[in-house]
Structures are given as structure tokens and as C-alpha cells.
Nanobody, 115 residues
Framework: EVQLVESGGGSVQAGWSLRVSCTVS????????IGWFRQVPGKQREVVAR???????NYTDAVKGRFTISRDIAKNTLYLQMNSLKPEDTAIYYC?????????WGQGTQVTVSS
């Protein structure tokens, strides 16, 4: 069974940095797309950054140049380094994995950025 467990959220001031992590278990082969989504109350969940099976990383325009997505294969962990945080980055951040057209989600971790 695929499981995704996020950690590392918290409350910071605008301009600060934060890194969130997602530990992956139950996946036997490295043939999947994995990434980060975020959601604020009353709005749809939106993609933030993703790494495809071919290791290509893509970012939504709002975070380009500020956020970096990366993977540590040996640790089965996905990271999202968030720099120059803005209040509009406040959301619950979810780890997402897609393999063989099946989609998996973590429980989410709250990131709050105050001005």
C-alpha cells in the first residue's frame, strides 16, 4: 500500500524559508510522478511543483524562482524548499503521487506565512 507522510510545515514570517518533506512507502519501482499541491479553504487544490518519471521538474508560475522540488531516492523522500515566502503561500501542502493512473495523497501539512 502506497503511503505518503508530510512533515515540516509551520508558521513563518514573509520572506523567510521553510522546507516540507514527504516520506514515501509502498512503492517498489521509481516509475511515477510525484509532487506538491496546496489548498486554502474555499478554493480548489492547485499544483505547486511536480517531478515526472523522467525526472523533469515543473513549477506553477507563482512559485518559480522561489521554490525548489527535489527527491532523495535513497531516503524515499520528496522535498519542497520554499524561499522568500509570501502570505499568499499560506495553505495546506499535500504530497501527491501518480503511478499507473492511480493517485495517492498524503494527509497534508499546514504552512502559514504572516506579513
Amino acid at each position: 500500500e502506497v503511503q505518503l507522510v508530510e512533515s515540516g510545515g509551520g508558521s513563518v514570517q514573509a520572506g523567510w524559508s521553510l522546507r516540507v518533506s514527504c516520506t514515501v512507502s509502498g512503492v517498489t519501482r521509481d516509475e511515477y510522478t510525484i509532487g506538491w499541491f496546496r489548498q486554502v479553504p474555499g478554493k480548489q487544490r492547485e499544483v505547486v511543483a511536480r517531478i515526472s518519471a523522467d525526472r523533469t521538474a515543473n513549477y506553477t508560475d507563482a512559485v518559480k524562482g522561489r521554490f525548489t522540488i527535489s527527491r532523495d531516492i535513497a531516503k524515499n523522500t520528496l522535498y519542497l524548499q520554499m524561499n522568500s515566502l509570501k502570505p499568499e503561500d499560506t495553505a495546506i501542502y499535500y504530497c501527491n503521487l501518480v503511478k499507473y493512473r492511480k493517485e495517492y495523497w498524503g494527509q497534508g501539512t499546514q504552512v502559514t506565512v504572516s506579513s
